[in-house]
Structures are given as structure tokens and as C-alpha cells.
């Protein structure tokens, strides 16, 4: 796809079609995008932590997925979106790394999933799709043309979502 738009790690965008958006390097992050097919607009959140109320130096919240959800959210209605008509995919969360131990506090990309799942529950918006968990990174790609997120993974192969 052309005209893509990169999101870093801990930021956000929102792009109208023929634009789409793309993302590297999902470990333990999520991907979240938000699509609007009536009006074929596409938001994307790289989220890194669950929430912004567990860690001091909240200042990004683009970072957490309890505020970059919201944040995206409102970016998309201001741009015309209709927040009826936006549904969510999700990709990453994959726990990167094997630990002697396995608390729970360890396990930061399964804990990623889960809050932005409740997230978007909370707000009322739709999960179309989903690949999270795992031990592997992904790279994604949303198409604003039809909402349809391309997950590139290395030894796993690409799927469309």
C-alpha cells in the first residue's frame, strides 16, 4: 500500500483515505486501529503500558492504552467519524521474552490486550478482529480503503485481519 503514514512507539494518528497507516515493531506494544468505513477515516494508537495511573511520568498519553484509546477516539469524530460506525483491530501483546518467574507484572503484552480490550468495551466500540499474544513481533498496516490491517510478522507469515 502507498501512502502510508508511520506511527512511532507511544504515538498516535488518524489519516482519511487514500492514506493508511502503518506501525513497526509491535513486541509486548498493541497496535489499536479505529476504522470508520462511511467515511474512511482510520486512527492508529502504538501503545506501550495498560494504564497511565500506575506510573509516574504519565505525560504521554499516547503511551497508555486507557488514554491513547480515548484520545484516538475523539481525533476521528473531530474528523468527521461517527463513533456508531468505528469498530477496533488489535495486534502485538506478544510476551517477548521468557522469565524464570511468571507474575503476572512480567507479562506486560498480555496485560496490554486485556485493558485495551476493556477500553474499547468501555466506550462502546466493536472488536472486528484480532491477533495478539504470542512470542513474535508484528508489523501492521491499515488500509483505509477498507479497514483491512495487514499483519507482517517474520517466520509467521502476513495476514490480512
Do not use: W
Request: glycine content about 12%; proline content about 2%; charged content about 20%.
Amino acid at each position: 500500500m502507498e501512502n502510508l503514514v508511520k506511527v512511532g512507539m507511544a504515538d498516535l494518528n488518524i489519516v482519511h483515505y487514500p492514506k493508511g497507516l502503518t506501525t513497526l515493531g509491535l513486541g509486548s506494544c498493541i497496535g489499536i486501529t479505529l476504522f470508520d468505513a462511511a467515511a474512511r477515516i482510520g486512527g492508529l494508537a502504538h501503545i506501550m503500558l495498560p494504564s497511565s495511573t500506575q506510573v509516574r511520568n504519565n505525560t504521554n498519553r499516547a503511551k497508555f492504552a486507557d488514554t491513547a484509546i480515548v484520545d484516538l477516539l475523539e481525533m476521528m469524530i473531530k474528523a468527521g467519524a461517527k463513533k456508531r460506525n468505528v469498530v477496533a483491530k488489535l495486534a502485538g501483546g506478544a510476551q517477548m521474552f521468557s522469565f524464570a518467574r511468571t507474575n503476572g507484572i512480567m507479562k506486560i503484552g498480555a496485560r496490554n490486550a486485556v485493558a485495551s480490550r476493556e477500553i474499547l468495551t468501555r466506550l462502546g466500540i466493536p472488536i472486528a478482529a484480532e491477533d495478539t499474544g504470542g512470542s513474535y513481533g508484528r508489523t501492521i498496516e491499515l488500509d483505509t480503503a477498507n479497514g483491512k490491517l495487514l499483519i507482517k510478522t517474520i517466520g509467521h507469515g502476513n495476514q490480512y485481519i
